[in-house]
Structures are given as C-alpha cells and as structure tokens.
C-alpha cells in the first residue's frame, strides 16, 4: 500500500470514526453501566479504537468505491443536463459501464493532469463527495452492527443518528448532482476549445 498521505488516512478514519461514535453513543453495550469491557479513556484503548476506526473506515470507503457509487454514478447520469454530450442517449444499464461515463473519466483524467487545467481543481469537490457519502454509510454500519450485535439503544440518539443518515445521503446526492453538472461543463468547454 506504500506511505498514506494524510488525506488518506483521514479518508479511511472518518468513516470508521464515525460508526464507532454510533456504537459508543446511541448503543448501550453489555455491561456498560460498570464501566464495559472496554476502556476507552486508556492509551491502549485508544490505540486499538483508532486501528479499529482506520480499518473499518477503509472497508466503508472501499465498498462505497466499489459498489454504491459506481450505481449512484450511473443514475445521476440518466439526467441528461448532467452528461458531457446531453443530445447523446445514455444506456440503461447501470451495472456497466457506458461509453459516456468511460468517455467522460478519460477526459477527466487527462485534464487533471494538466496544472492549468479548471477540471483540475475539481478532485476535491469530489474528494467531499465521498466523505459525505461514507459518513452515511458509517451511520448505517454503525446502525447494522449495534443491531446485530442485539445492543439496546438510547431512543433520542437513535432516532438523532437517522435524520443525520438521511440528511447525509441528500446531500451527497445534491452534492454530486452539482459537482457532475459543473464537471460537464468543465469537460464539455475544455473539449471545445481543444478542437479546432
């Protein structure tokens, strides 16, 4: 994996960090009126609950890469306010790939490249895509995994955490929504210019 940049590491701990504040805060674990298994206020506590945040913050982030925003992605791009091309028609599978979304990632990916380039400064609007999304995921597992786990929980925190879930993943839509509109123009100008 080689040396993680800060962002990374923020990119994988959010998340993470994120359902475990949802497992500490609106779950009552086993034996916590006596202080739990768990301390968490020791060095080693909090040693082990950073390890546990990056690595289950790095699945959350990978599983949403992976699945969820590639659907999302696709779904978003059934608009056609929202393609580089909008008089082109968008194939609707949204389990594969279209030539509109592998057009559009490879002219993004070249103009990233160049410094001067708009599309350039736009990785991190994107970057912010992410992290609300993974945030409403880690609601969620936070959620799954207290469930499973047959935790009781405290009713107005419960209830707190899935207002915030929604509110997350409506933002992150509106968000990307935005992000693609602006990354369409962007793409749409910067290919107009380069042809003659």
């Given at each position: 994996?080689?040396n993680?940049?800060?962002?990374?590491?923020?990119r994988?701990a959010l998340?993470?960090?994120?359902?475990?504040l949802?497992?500490l805060?609106?779950?009552?674990?086993p034996?916590?009126e006596?202080?739990?298994?768990?301390d968490?206020?020791s060095?080693?506590?909090?040693?082990?609950?950073?390890?546990?945040?990056?690595v289950v913050?790095?699945?959350?982030y990978t599983?949403h890469?992976?699945t969820?925003?590639p659907?999302i992605?696709?779904v978003?791009?059934?608009?056609?306010?929202?393609r580089?091309d909008?008089?082109?028609?968008?194939a609707?599978?949204i389990?594969?790939?279209?030539?509109?979304?592998?057009?559009?990632?490879?002219l993004?990916?070249?103009k990233?490249?160049k410094?001067?380039?708009?599309?350039?400064?736009l990785?991190e609007?994107?970057?912010q895509?992410?992290?609300?999304?993974?945030?409403?995921?880690?609601i969620?597992?936070?959620?799954?995994?207290?469930?499973l786990?047959?935790?009781t929980?405290?009713?107005?925190?419960?209830?707190?955490?899935?207002?915030?879930?929604?509110?997350?993943?409506?933002?992150g839509l509106?968000?990307h929504?935005?992000?693609l509109?602006?990354d369409?123009k962007?793409?749409?100008?910067?290919?107009?210019?380069?042809?003659?």
């Amino acid at each position: 994996m080689g040396n993680l940049t800060f962002q990374q590491i923020f990119r994988y701990a959010l998340p993470g960090g994120i359902t475990l504040l949802i497992l500490l805060g609106v779950y009552d674990a086993p034996g916590s009126e006596s202080g739990g298994h768990f301390d968490v206020s020791s060095i080693g506590g909090a040693a082990v609950l950073s390890g546990v945040a990056l690595v289950v913050g790095g699945l959350i982030y990978t599983l949403h890469r992976a699945t969820a925003y590639p659907l999302i992605y696709r779904v978003l791009l059934l608009a056609g306010t929202l393609r580089i091309d909008p008089k082109k028609s968008r194939a609707w599978n949204i389990l594969w790939p279209s030539d509109e979304e592998l057009d559009r990632d490879i002219l993004r990916w070249c103009k990233r490249a160049k410094k001067d380039s708009s599309a350039s400064g736009l990785s991190e609007w994107a970057t912010q895509i992410h992290y609300i999304y993974c945030s409403g995921w880690a609601i969620l597992v936070g959620h799954l995994i207290g469930s499973l786990l047959g935790w009781t929980t405290r009713s107005s925190l419960y209830r707190f955490s899935f207002w915030l879930l929604l509110a997350f993943l409506v933002a992150g839509l509106y968000h990307h929504a935005r992000y693609l509109y602006f990354d369409s123009k962007v793409l749409r100008d910067a290919d107009s210019v380069e042809t003659p």
